[in-house]
């Protein structure tokens, strides 16, 4: 995640006009781009929607969320973008940002100054930074770490841990004490069936991103020269493996949980 904080708005268009001159010429793959304005009275307004960058909302989802982080709760208003960017400003995940980047960006985006807010991949910082100074922004960025299919992994490593204790406390328990035993299973059952649920929707999601943003690549490379499709060929083989080595993640804390899930339906019934 990359914002450029821009003292006008016409710097600011002038900002992502530069990063989609970078974009065509193969130094950086941008995904999504919005701008937006904090007016006089505080209040967040999109001027330019995600919609309108290279893949759009489907992978500006994350920029939607970020914006609406930087707005507070009562800070938005809608501006001159409207539907579907208005709609996912609400759908907030902020999992991949953390508070100290929101404060810095809130501290630099006071207000009457307007801010382009992207999603990008690059292979160095110096052309985006050189072409953002020159025009009088001060760049904030944000690396989406993996951290989130780390914690999903350890919450389905603790599912699985916790029927496993259960089902042996059942074995030893008195018979006044099944009936509880027997409620917790139950609960960590439904527990179990939501964090499925979710692991696929991110397993989903996460492979329409990755589709998506290797077709971005292959655009960029139809009439890139040799040189910069070297480039672009790297930077879509990094695509490929943190998204190889991400799924593997998610496919891990699937089958933990599949296996709680199911194990109960297929142990034989207790011998009388």
């Known amino acids: ?150 914690q999903l992994n350890r919450e389905a490593e603790a599912i699985s841990n916790e029927y496993k204790e259960l089902r042996e406390e059942l074995k030893v328990a008195r018979e006044a004490d099944e009936a509880k035993i027997n409620a917790s299973i139950e609960k960590l059952k439904n527990k179990a069936k939501a964090a499925s649920d979710h692991l696929k929707k991110k397993m989903d999601d996460s492979k329409s991103q990755f589709d998506a943003k290797v077709n971005a690549i292959k655009d960029q490379m139809k009439n890139a020269s040799e040189r910069r499709k070297a480039k672009l060929e790297k930077r879509m083989d990094v695509l490929t493996e943190e998204y190889n080595a991400r799924t593997a993640k998610l496919k891990q804390a699937a089958k933990l949980v599949s296996e709680a899930f199911e194990s109960r339906k297929n142990e034989k019934a207790p011998v009388a």
């Open 1 to 150: 995640m990359l914002i450029a904080v821009f003292e006008t708005e016409t710097k600011a268009y002038e900002g992502l006009s530069a990063l989609k001159r970078l974009h065509r010429e193969g130094d950086i793959t941008l995904y999504a781009a919005a701008v937006i304005n904090k007016d006089q009275n505080g209040q967040i307004r999109i001027k330019e929607g995600a919609d309108e960058g290279p893949i759009g909302t489907g992978v500006g989802l994350l920029t939607g969320s970020l914006i609406g982080l930087l707005a507070g709760p009562l800070g938005f208003a809608i501006g001159a973008a409207t539907g579907a960017m208005a709609g996912m400003i609400y759908d907030v995940s902020d999992s991949d940002i953390n508070e100290t980047f929101i404060d810095d960006v809130s501290a630099a985006l006071t207000n009457g100054k307007t801010a382009v807010v992207c999603e990008i991949d690059e292979t160095w910082t110096v052309p985006v930074d050189t072409k953002m100074q020159a025009i009088g922004g001060v760049v904030f960025r944000r690396l989406r770490y993996e951290v989130e299919e780390d």
